[in-house]
Nanobody, 117 residues
């Protein structure tokens, strides 16, 4: 059974940076598209960034140029570097793994990011 564990959330002032990390186990990491999603109170969970097994990336328009997603297939981790943070980036951030060839999808438990103005 796959498991994803996020870390790195916290409280930061606007303009600051945070780096989130997601450690995966129990899945074929290199076959998974890995993604970061976020959910603010009262809102739906939205895609922030994702990276394919081949390293292709895409980002939500709201974070382009500020956030960078990366993966390390040797360590089974995916990171999200967040710079120039804004109060509207405040949310619970979730890691997701998708392996279409095996029809598998896993979510992490989430990590809180709070950006103060």
């Amino acid at each position: 059974q796959g498991q994803l564990v996020e870390s790195g959330g916290g409280l930061v002032q606007a303009g600051g940076s945070l780096r989130l990390s997601c450690a995966a186990s129990g899945l074929v990491f290199s076959s998974n598209t890995m993604g970061w999603y976020r959910q603010a109170p009262g809102k739906q969970r939205d895609l922030v960034a994702r990276i394919t097994p081949g390293g292709s990336t895409n980002y939500a328009d709201s974070v382009k140029g500020r956030f960078t997603i990366s993966r390390d297939n040797a360590k089974n981790t995916v990171d999200l570097q967040m710079n120039s943070l804004k109060p509207e980036d405040t949310a619970v951030y979730y890691c997701r793994a998708v392996d279409p060839s095996r029809a598998l999808l896993f979510w992490g438990q989430g990590t809180q990011v709070t950006v103060s103005s």
